[in-house]
């Protein structure tokens, strides 16, 4: 298990030196940091000091090493259009993101789990078929579409829920950082139709794919022992079948919240919600390469983080890699 | 005479998109408190079906369409699930054929064993413990306290077999039907497994319905056989008499191809010519007509009941009653 | 060939077919959509993108049959006065091509890759499933936009509107190639202990004919069921990368274009401009889908459902 463990995070690892390798490529060759540091009104003399002062012509390597060791101690580089530490924007724009990734999060559990499971055991009943032909509709309407009709319906037509923004938030730590949405009731009712936008993508998604285990699961031998043995129903779909499902569904759901923080980028446009996502597409237009690679790095970091974090969860919940190693 | 288990012209179908098929064609025997019933048959012959169906468990799309089953002088054929669950896993026990694939990986021993427990009896986890421990000893498992703990994959093959077996007698059941519960397993420890059941069942006074092709098996623990070919029982009787003395060619083949038998060295396996018919295709009267080697006209066109010889051995066949 | 055409028409693929009623419609309507968008110039009936038909004063037309709309414009116009109905058959000749030259892409790079690791073993095998790996950790949508994002702050959003098509054929085909990688991998391991590989071995064909005219027929099944998924994704995400403004440009919209123009559109009235293309989107996404799911049932023996 330790093994398992140190191997994981070594991957992990290696992996994040390759994103902050291609980050730092792009941001050596399209970057301007002169630029980002003191703007565009500069003679060209100037512009060499400040070049030679910054490292800038120095080999490849040597500045590649620098980075990374400026990223690891938290320096990621200046914004060029709000003047702060690329990494500071990002952190302050993190919390609206994370607030949305969570509510859907929790929606997409809430869903999928009682919609997987009971259309697993009653695969034929009129609202199996239904959730399982809604399911296929899902999957092919992108998100950004699910955001604008729900706009549409709930804000536009109905007038019942909020068609932008966050609405009113909550200082939750006192030190201005983390504001919240969730702990006021207009900040809940302008969370409900992003969550509902961004959970859509997944939920499908999720539907079927408990269901599919399940129904495998339903089929293996230990189940049929289980029924010989006289168990009652719902011990043996809920206790037996149901953990040798989630098991599967866990490392599913840890790769999907990555994909979901790319969603951010649609759901946030549509929504006008001041998150990362929005930032990084402002920072797109206007080509502020140290955001840009900043985003990536942080973003690509917070996947490879969770995947590792979940598979090394899975390893401890399954109980044959726990005990015999991988 | 009231037996403990009687069952009666049992019929199984398949409920399948082009019709019904009918895989259990009318199948009667009985069991007594302590009797030991040997269950012969090829794959498909519908062994493992009949065992399914003595507790009601058989797989869609199958299901009881005629018969009764009567236990302790009650139908349960027909009990409905909840009633038929306080049989199930509690009076009559089932062993299954691979112990890996039966016990679930993902919860420990000792779970599996008390949750059985306490599906069945309203005690105390501590109180189920004690029984789990008590079995697992039974069925001569070391360091039983260490078992509980562990995981279905840190055993091997034959001591999950036990485990499983320590399962069944967790109710003190009156049955135990094992579906070939050695077939799995190496040579060596099948030997060890079917000792240990023969021995459990003489000692606890349980019936066993052993279901499984090895007809080496099959005589050296059971008392009486039941030979089943396409769906139906074609001879029964002692099982001593059966092995020494075969009378319906079918089982006079299988006893036949037994190598070490009636061989000497050198001499060729005999074997049965042709194969069984598989449900769909089940030949107009006898269904093992088309490889018997003593076959007359009557045979092709009429179904051979199973009759009694005189002698307390039973016979489907035209030619030998 | 009247052998071939026999032979399709008593397969079991076909069989199905004919009883599957969904899978016809599905078809047929797909067969609408692509005969649609190859005879766009002929069936529209403006071409939007001729400077001469645009008229600003005709921007925001509802459909024919709302007030203020007209036949002339069965759809509506868009803000640009561009007719909708027209800019939608063309927007979906854009998806179309998009989509089915990426996924082109994407199958021939990932086949290349999944039939020489599976095939070649050891550290060839590993190398290229690293890569892909680490490519698969990053959600498909992300490293598309990051492409484009990156592309349109180094050249300008200028250079890009001329190299649109392609650029995007090219990104999205590099976002995904790893799914075909890692499923003709797994089927080429599956075929590669058979005996007729063993059999082509010791009459002494080479490696690269062994792998292209013996494996790869064998692992079509695979490919063909995953990529009708992959065009659906790839018509998505052309949507997504257009809707964000790095995807096709307003001269030359694809349906996710239209939406996006559309959208500041729905809270002043003009609802049409964004909920029709987006219909005809989910529509063909939709019809695309369906058609993969009854494929991949046909075709995988292990889902027989009884």
């Given amino acids: 298990m330790f093994a398992f463990i140190i191997r994981r995070i070594a991957q992990a690892i290696f992996v994040m030196l390759v994103i902050s390798l291609i980050g730092f490529a792009i941001k050596n060759k399209i970057g301007d940091p002169v630029r980002d540091m003191v703007g565009e009104r500069v003679t060209p003399q100037e512009r060499a000091q400040i070049r030679q002062k910054l490292g800038l012509n120095d080999p490849f390597i040597s500045q590649y090493i620098r980075f990374v060791d400026h990223a690891v101690h938290g320096d990621l580089g200046l914004s060029f259009f709000y003047k702060k530490p690329a990494l500071d924007v990002i952190i302050e724009k993190a919390p609206a993101t994370m607030e949305m990734v969570i509510g859907a999060g929790l929606l997409i559990i809430l869903i999928s789990l009682p919609l997987g499971i009971y259309t697993s055991l009653k695969p034929r009943t009129f609202f199996s078929r239904f959730v399982m032909g809604f399911s296929t509709l899902g999957v092919s309407v992108p998100v950004f579409l699910t955001a604008i009709m729900l706009i549409y319906i709930f804000g536009v037509q109905l007038h019942w829920l909020p068609s932008y923004g966050r609405g009113k938030t909550v200082d939750v730590f006192g030190n201005g950082w983390w504001m919240s949405g969730f702990f006021t009731a207009d900040g809940l009712k302008h969370l409900i139709l992003p969550c509902i936008s961004l959970a859509s993508i997944e939920l499908p998604l999720f539907i079927r794919l408990i269901r599919s285990e399940m129904m495998e699961v339903l089929e293996t031998d230990y189940i049929k022992y289980a029924w010989a043995k006289g168990l009652s129903p719902m011990r043996i779909w809920l206790v037996h079948a149901f953990k040798n499902t989630l098991l599967p569904v866990i490392t599913v759901f840890g790769v999907q919240i990555g994909i979901m923080f790319a969603f951010t980028i649609l759901t946030e446009t549509v929504f006008q919600w001041q998150g990362m996502g929005y930032m990084f597409l402002e920072a797109v237009e206007r080509s502020d390469t140290s955001l840009l690679i900043a985003y990536l790095v942080v973003v690509g970091s917070v996947f490879v983080i969770v995947n590792t974090v979940v598979d090394i969860i899975y390893g401890f919940i399954n109980p044959t890699i726990r005990i015999a190693g991988r | ?321 | 060939m009247k052998r071939s055409i026999k032979r399709f028409k008593d397969s079991y693929l076909f069989y199905s077919f004919k009883n599957d009623k969904t899978a016809m419609a599905s078809f047929f309507l797909l067969a609408c959509f692509i005969i649609l968008s190859i005879t766009a110039p002929v069936v529209a009936p403006y071409n939007p993108y001729n400077a001469k038909n645009i008229d600003i004063m005709n921007s925001e037309l509802p459909p024919m049959w709302l007030d203020g709309g007209s036949s002339t414009f069965i759809l509506g116009t868009d803000n640009m006065g561009r007719d909708l109905l027209s800019t939608m058959i063309y927007g979906l000749r854009i998806s179309v091509v998009i989509g089915i030259c990426a996924v082109a892409l994407q199958a021939f790079i990932g086949i290349m890759m999944g039939l020489t690791a599976g095939y070649v073993g050891g550290k060839v095998d590993t190398v290229l499933m690293r890569i892909a790996d680490i490519q698969f950790s990053f959600p498909y949508l992300m490293v598309a936009i990051f492409i484009s994002a990156i592309f349109q702050v180094m050249f300008g959003v200028g250079s890009f509107e001329k190299l649109a098509v392609p650029l995007l054929v090219i990104i999205i085909g590099l976002s995904e190639w790893p799914v075909y990688a890692r499923t003709i991998r797994a089927a080429v391991m599956g075929e590669k202990n058979k005996e007729y590989v063993e059999a082509a071995r010791v009459i002494g064909l080479s490696r690269p004919v062994i792998m292209f005219r013996h494996i790869l027929p064998n692992t079509l099944t695979s490919v063909m069921v995953i990529s009708t998924i992959q065009v659906a994704n790839a018509v998505m995400s052309e949507a997504a990368l257009s809707f964000l403004g790095l995807g096709m440009p307003v001269t030359m919209p694809s349906l996710g274009s239209l939406i996006r123009e559309g959208f500041e559109y729905i809270f002043s009235g003009s609802w049409w401009i964004t909920i029709f293309p987006g219909i005809f989107l989910i529509l063909f996404v939709l019809v695309v889908n369906l058609l993969g799911d009854w494929l991949r049932d046909v075709l995988n023996p292990k889902l027989y459902k009884g």
């Fill in chain 2, 1 to 321: 005479m009231s037996h403990l288990l009687e069952v009666k012209d049992l019929e199984v179908k398949f409920a399948l998109r082009s019709g019904d098929l009918t895989a259990i064609n009318g199948v009667s025997f009985t069991l007594d408190k302590g009797e030991k019933l040997g269950l012969v048959g090829e794959s498909g012959a519908g062994k493992s079906v009949t065992g399914f169906a003595i507790i009601n468990l058989i797989s869609k799309p199958g299901f009881i369409s005629g018969g009764k089953i009567l236990f302790n002088g009650e139908d349960i054929s027909s009990m409905n699930d909840s009633k038929m669950r306080n049989i199930r896993g509690d009076r009559i026990s089932m062993i299954f054929q691979d112990p890996m694939m039966t016990l679930n990986p993902v919860f420990t021993i000792g779970t599996q064993m008390i949750e059985t427990l306490q599906a069945h009896r309203q005690i105390s986890k501590a109180h189920a413990k004690e029984i789990a421990l008590e079995k697992l000893k039974k069925v001569y498992i070391p360091s039983p306290e260490k078992r509980l703990s562990q995981y279905p994959h840190e055993f091997s093959g034959g001591m999950r077999q036990r485990i499983i077996i320590a399962i069944s007698l967790l109710t003190d059941p009156a049955i135990i039907i094992a579906d070939e519960p050695t077939t799995a397993l190496d040579v060596t420890i099948q030997a060890e497994i079917m000792d240990l059941l023969r021995e459990l069942c003489d000692s606890e006074e349980m019936g066993l319905i052993l279901i499984t092709h090895d007809l080496a098996v099959v005589s050296e623990v059971t008392e009486k056989i039941a030979v089943m070919y396409a769906g139906r029982i074609i001879e029964s009787g002692a099982t001593n008499d059966i092995v020494n003395d075969p009378r319906h060619p079918y089982t006079a083949g299988l006893i036949r191809a037994l190598p070490g038998g009636v061989l000497k060295p050198g001499e060729k396996l005999h074997q049965i010519p042709g194969m069984m018919p598989t449900l769909t295709d089940i030949p107009p009267g006898c269904a093992f007509n088309p490889r018997c080697l003593i076959k007359n006209g009557i045979c092709e066109s009429e179904l051979p009941g199973l009759l009694d010889n005189g002698h307390g051995r039973m016979i489907a066949c035209h030619m030998r009653n």
